[in-house]
């Protein structure tokens, strides 16, 4: 596709339960990120890929939160053990960043809303 | 990166120029200022950035004072569609890695 595509839309979890959250990249972008957006709050960020190597991982909250981009293109974000706190909506972005394009713009996906009930 | 304060919401008219304000005081020299805006239930849109001197494309103006302690991001004529939150980001920029920080933004409603 030709944006930065993020799966599923809308997702209710019961508290307790995991939940995995998948972001396609746009092709040939080196960069990926994680953002979690709470209710009428700005982005924050979780963590941080170029390729397969995640380089950053500063944002996560707890050790609940975990991430992957094992072929260095799509990307999971798991959450274990789901708390009513983890409830916000997770946005995912891609960059094609290399030393010679540093515009440094990311593109973001529609997100994924998660409800913990 | 540095911090940014913008405010918190501004109303416009319809075929207006919008002008938000953005203060970045504590920039460093090798930060660039980047406006991004996000419209209800999607994600933050890029719209644009620079340096130090002034800034045009298809979307926006981007008016950066001599100082570099405040920008304006200029919608030429702000049409119902440019209701959304507009984020003034300050970030270095460097190989690979910047991640946003985003601040509250401003939340712009365009009026008929």
């Known amino acids: 596709g030709a944006g930065v595509s993020q799966s599923p839309r809308y997702k209710v979890a019961k508290r307790g339960q995991d939940v995995a959250l998948r972001c396609d990249p746009i092709s040939g972008h080196v960069s990926l990120f994680w953002y979690q957006q709470a209710l009428g709050q700005g982005p924050e960020f979780l963590t941080y890929f170029q390729n397969e190597a995640q380089l950053d991982k500063s944002g996560l909250p707890s050790d609940r939160f975990f991430a992957e981009r094992p072929e260095g293109s799509v990307s999971t974000l798991k959450i274990q053990r789901t708390q009513q706190e983890d409830s916000a909506v997770y946005l995912c972005?891609?960059?094609?960043?290399?030393?010679?394009?540093?515009?440094?713009?990311?593109?973001f996906g529609a997100g994924t809303r998660l409800s913990v009930l | 990166d540095a911090k940014t304060t913008q405010p918190p919401s501004m109303d416009c008219a319809e075929g207006r120029a919008a002008n938000l304000p953005c203060n970045h005081s504590?920039?460093?020299?090798?930060?660039?200022v980047y406006w991004y805006r996000q419209i209800h239930s999607q994600g933050p849109q890029y719209i644009i950035h620079g340096l130090k001197n002034n800034e045009t494309n298809e979307m926006a103006s981007l008016i950066i004072t001599e100082d570099r302690k405040s920008s304006t991001l200029i919608l030429p004529h702000a049409t119902l569609r440019d209701t959304a939150v507009y984020y003034c980001i300050v970030r270095a920029i460097k190989a690979a890695g910047n991640k946003l920080t985003f601040g509250g933004g401003t939340r712009v409603l365009v009026k008929p």
């Open positions: 504590t920039i460093s020299g090798n930060e660039y």
């Open positions: 972005a891609s960059s094609f960043e290399t030393s010679s394009d540093l515009k440094n713009i990311q593109y």
